[in-house]
């Protein structure tokens, strides 16, 4: 695992955005596994920026979603995969149907989940998962707990996930309880992982990440047994780790 810091946040998307750009300029048609959350937004309009320069083009990609909340429409702001179109994909000359979506409303959301994770396996998996982290250490919705074997799957979300998103919904009772998230095998899969974490209420799950010991506790620790992985942080976000990198 490669850890970058930097100063602030709009650093760390730009570090960000400058290998996401480099990959798809290198292998045009790259997969690459979305998350949202507020992390991902300076990465996404830093991404919009460059394809309006006309400095890269994202025809060619495929898109994965990470997770998705149960129960919500696509059409919803608060939907996964509503955000990674309003954010980014709408904005960009993706294809229209490169975005494999995990659809929270499908009757059978443990088929759906299966389904998502074989069209990952057809597709041969992705080029380059990109995720944030929770202040509890969670990466994608896979919580403290999550077993390392574990595949795209129905999880429930825990009450400090739920607190964190709350900002998000009218009331923290409009959080959805349940959601569908690739696994921690399926996010290990990935060819590179590229993680962002920024502020400091993120320091102590970065510290836990980066110097603490492989534990079921902390689920981005996992990270450490990837070699493709690459963890960008602002100072905020470095401020508890042993040594700053
Ligand atoms: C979102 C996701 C989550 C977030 C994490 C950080 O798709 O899977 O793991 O990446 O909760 O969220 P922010 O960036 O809002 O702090």
Do not use: W
Request: charged share 20%; glycine share 8%; proline share 4%.
């Amino acid at each position: 695992m490669d850890v970058v810091v930097v100063e602030s946040a709009e650093e760390v998307a730009r570090e960000a955005a400058s290998r996401v750009t480099d990959l798809v300029r290198r292998h045009p048609t790259a997969s690459i596994g979305l998350a949202t959350g507020g992390t991902q937004l300076g990465l996404y309009r830093l991404l919009t920026d460059v394809y309006r320069r006309g400095q890269v083009s994202f025809a060619d990609n495929q898109f994965f979603m990470l997770d998705e909340y149960a129960g919500i429409l696509p059409t919803s702001t608060n939907s996964f995969q509503h955000v990674v179109r309003s954010e980014f994909l709408n904005h960009v000359d993706a294809a229209p149907r490169s975005l494999h979506v995990l659809d929270g409303t499908a009757h059978d959301l443990h088929a759906e989940a299966q389904r998502f994770e074989q069209i990952l396996r057809d597709a041969g998996g992705v080029d380059m998962q990109l995720l944030g982290i929770g202040t509890n250490g969670h990466v994608g919705f896979n919580e403290p707990g999550s077993p390392p074997n574990s595949r795209t799957r129905l999880v429930r979300l825990h009450d400090d996930t739920i607190a964190s998103n709350a900002p998000y919904f009218s009331s923290p009772a409009e959080v959805p309880r349940v959601a569908i998230s690739q696994g921690l095998e399926t996010i290990m899969k990935a060819r590179s992982i590229l993680l962002m974490a920024i502020g400091a209420r993120k320091a102590k799950a970065v510290a836990e990440m980066i110097d603490g010991e492989i534990t079921l506790e902390c689920p981005a620790s996992i990270l450490q047994g990837h070699s493709g992985a690459t963890v960008i942080v602002d100072s905020a976000a470095a401020s508890l780790l042993a040594s700053r990198v």
